[in-house]
Every structure is written in structure tokens, then in C-alpha cells.
């Protein structure tokens, strides 16, 4: 039962995943000014295929496992977020509505982990390098915001 459980997970992560496929970051993004401590793109889809088969198998642990419908709850409330984010920031090119939607996937995944924990302690374990990438990921679009203040006038005006 479990690994049918981690099937559909990997396979929710990888829809949500899919949305960097249709909404890639292009030269808009080449363009824009970023920190120093940006991620090479290489480590975008490395980092993301861990971080999807450790999420599938958090959610797969906990499925199985009683008392989990918060935990349930917050992971489904997470991978909603996740996918929104993409399309905000690369498909609409909002990268303050970005930020507020990693502000909320933040808190999903803080809660969740949590949560997570207290159902499983591995699935809880196994959030906490999504957390630690999301929140690199936080500040990454907070730097672009704030090194880019032209772009996000002329996002404002939109």
C-alpha cells in the first residue's frame, strides 16, 4: 500500500513540478539582476527531483499512518503553493506576488514538517531540506525584488 501511496505523491509532485516546464524562466530572467549566491541552473533540477522523492515519500509515510489529516492537510496545501509560484513569477512576472506566494509555501511547510513530525518522525524529517531549499529560495526572490526595483515598478503599473 505504501509504495502505491508514493506513486500518487511523486506523481502530484511532478504534476506540480511540470508548471517549470510550461512557464521555463527565459530571458527575463537571464536579465534580471541577481545575487551573487544565486544557484548555477544546473542545481534547479537536481535539487527539485530530491526534494519531489523525499516529499513523495513524506506524504506516502503519513498517508498510511493514523491521525494524519492535518498533516495531510498542509502537505496538500504546500503542493498547491509550490505549483502557483512558477507561474506567478515566470509565467506572470510578478516577482512581489512571488514572494508573497513563498511567504504562505513557507509557512505550509514550516506547519507541515511539524506536523509531519508528530504523525512520523522520518516524514518530518525527510520536509526538512524542502524547507531549508524553500527558504533559500525565499530569499533568492526577495534579492531579485530588491535588485531589480525597476522591474517590480513596471509590474506594479501593469
Known amino acids: 500500500m505504501i509504495w502505491l501511496c508514493f506513486a500518487i505523491f511523486l506523481a502530484t509532485c511532478f504534476a506540480a513540478g511540470a508548471t517549470g516546464a510550461l512557464f521555463p524562466p527565459g530571458k527575463w530572467y537571464e536579465d534580471l539582476n541577481k545575487p551573487t549566491w544565486t544557484p548555477p541552473n544546473w ?28 498533516a495531510m492537510a498542509l502537505w496538500a496545501l504546500q503542493i498547491a503553493l ?15 506576488l512571488g514572494l508573497v506566494v513563498l511567504v504562505f509555501l513557507w509557512i505550509a511547510v514550516f506547519w507541515g514538517t ?31 525584488m530588491r535588485l531589480n526595483p525597476e522591474v517590480v515598478r513596471a509590474e506594479a503599473r501593469r
Open 43 to 70: 542545481l534547479f533540477p537536481v535539487a527539485w527531483t530530491t526534494l519531489y522523492l523525499l516529499m513523495a515519500g513524506a506524504g506516502a509515510r503519513a498517508a498510511v499512518s493514523p491521525d494524519n489529516s492535518v
Open 82 to 96: 509550490n505549483g502557483l509560484w512558477t507561474p506567478v513569477f515566470f509565467g506572470l512576472r510578478r516577482i512581489r
Open 114 to 144: 511539524i506536523e509531519l513530525w508528530q504523525v512520523d518522525w522520518l516524514a518530518g524529517l525527510m520536509f526538512v531540506p524542502y524547507l531549508a531549499w524553500v527558504s533559500v529560495a525565499g530569499a533568492l526572490n526577495m534579492s531579485v
